[in-house]
């Protein structure tokens, strides 16, 4: 079993819909959740990280944390073609270098 | 991608022949890292130094696989021999240093595609 697993898609939606990924994972010892987007033929950028459970926005995107339950989201609302990307979350222990990724959501918005 | 260049951007090769990728950070850094995408496992982290020095090579396949960084805006990964199965997109990751969130921002390159026959 990976110790991240996120579910590859794809996934296509209308413009403007919500966008709903997510991530579960088995090590309990992750603290630290990041979101990478990745255009094709393109290197992955940080979207957005969080440290521990709760919630945090910006803009349209909303990264979620329960700990409790092992599983992170990331919501866009009011998605636009130009979203069309490559979705992978991330997450590390506390002082630890080492990123284990989720395989990543490839996601297309239909204008 | 600008804080990382990464060349070449596409490489094919045959098999057996030394291929050689390249990494320029041009923002600073603490933290340099080398990962592999493939389709069929993602990314995986090859290697990763500090402040120049090799701190982790366990995700290194084999002996065939080499990483070199001579200072601190130059990084190199080596295969000799390679072989098909390296066929993958390389990238090369920066990290400042986990400063006050803790958390690991990561600038990667545009990555390398490598292309062995």
């Known amino acids: 079993q990976k110790e991240v697993e996120q579910d590859p898609g794809p996934l296509s939606v209308p413009e403007g819909a919500i966008v709903s990924l997510n991530c579960t994972y088995s090590n309990s010892a992750f603290q630290y959740f990041m979101w990478y987007r990745q255009y094709s033929r393109k290197g992955p950028e940080l979207l957005m990280y969080t440290y521990s459970s709760g919630n945090k926005e910006d803009g349209r995107f909303t990264a979620q944390v329960d700990k409790s339950s092992k599983y992170i989201s990331l919501f866009i609302r009011d998605s636009q073609p130009s979203d069309s990307a490559t979705y992978l979350c991330a997450m590390s222990r506390p002082n630890d270098y080492k990123l284990s990724f989720g395989a990543g959501t490839t996601v297309t918005v239909r204008a | 991608d600008a804080g990382v260049i990464q060349s070449p951007r596409h490489e094919v090769t045959e098999m057996g022949q030394e291929v050689t990728l390249r990494c320029k950070p041009i923002?600073?850094?603490?933290?340099l890292f080398w990962y592999r995408q493939t389709m069929m496992r993602g990314l995986e982290l090859l290697i990763y130094f500090n402040n120049n020095v090799p701190i982790d090579d366990s995700g290194m396949p084999e002996d065939r696989f080499s990483a070199k960084m001579p200072n601190a805006s130059f990084s190199t990964l080596k295969i000799q021999p390679s072989e098909p199965r390296d066929s993958a997109v390389y990238f090369c990751a920066i990290d400042p240093g986990q400063g006050a969130s803790g958390a690991n921002v990561l600038t990667f390159g545009a990555g390398s595609r490598l292309t062995v026959l």
């Open positions: 923002s600073g850094h603490d933290y």
